[in-house]
């Protein structure tokens, strides 16, 4: 099993320009997430989704949308970058509900510069 | 205030040292608590939960304190593998979903 998988690794966008992130994964995990990790904060909630087929808003959602047309992929879209969105962003998944100590597995992380 | 506060470090220690970190929370409503281990530019992996009798795994022992919402790590025999950032997560459930709050981090380096 590959696990979680994120594409790209690592892109740099102009500020406007739009992008999507793919994470896939091949645990058959219902719950899918994605994060973004800044230096000196913790791990902030973009986006989740608890099936195929629903998102859900998280902690900072602002500027980014969100997409799980099927199980194993959760999409997370940057319609129009701004330099803020500079981060490194990484996708998770769990069997449940994480938050009652389901381990989430996480994915290697696309680091985003805009310029 | 941060949700999640931690000491940055870095914590610089000898092999066979033995560490803690400490970990303080602001949500007296918050439901179950972690350790996760990030090495450099890699993704975070859970290392353990927190119980409130504090639990054990090895060398690595995690204490719970709901009075004073306080949480702690305790390393015992360091090695250079154990040269990591550890995140202290606790969940609260908000908003009407499980609201994990990464804490930023305490990078440890153990030396030789």
């Known amino acids: 099993n590959a696990g979680v998988t994120q594409t790209p690794k690592f892109r740099v966008l102009k500020t406007g320009q739009s992008m999507t992130l793919l994470c896939a994964q091949d645990m058959n995990h219902e719950y899918m997430y994605w994060y973004r990790q800044d230096p000196g904060m913790g791990l902030r909630l973009i986006h989740y989704?608890?099936?195929?087929?629903?998102?859900a808003k998280g902690e900072v959602p602002d500027g980014y949308n969100v997409s799980r047309l099927k199980k194993q992929n959760f999409l997370l879209g940057l319609e129009s970058a701004a330099p803020s969105q500079t981060s490194v962003y990484f996708c998770a998944s769990s069997t449940r509900d994480r938050g009652a100590g389901e381990t989430q597995y996480f994915g290697p992380g696309t680091r985003l510069l805009v310029l | 205030r941060k949700e999640v506060e931690q000491d940055p470090g870095p914590f610089n220690v000898p092999e066979g040292a033995t560490v803690a970190f400490n970990c303080t929370y602001s949500?007296?409503?918050?439901?179950?608590f972690f350790w996760y281990r990030q090495d450099c530019r890699k993704e975070p992996k859970l290392l353990m939960s927190?119980?409130?009798s504090g639990n054990e795994d090895g060398r690595f022992t995690a204490q719970l304190n709901r009075a004073s919402q306080y949480i702690s790590l305790l390393i015992r025999d360091s090695k250079l593998s154990d040269s990591a950032t550890y995140l202290c997560?606790?969940?609260?459930?908000?908003?009407?979903?499980?609201?994990?709050?990464f804490g930023a981090g305490t990078r440890l380096a153990v030396h030789p």
């Open positions: 989704s608890v099936g195929e087929g629903t998102t």
């Open positions: 949500n007296s409503a918050s439901q179950s």
């Open positions: 997560v606790v969940n609260t459930f908000s908003g009407g979903y499980n609201k994990l709050i």
């Open positions: 927190v119980y409130s």
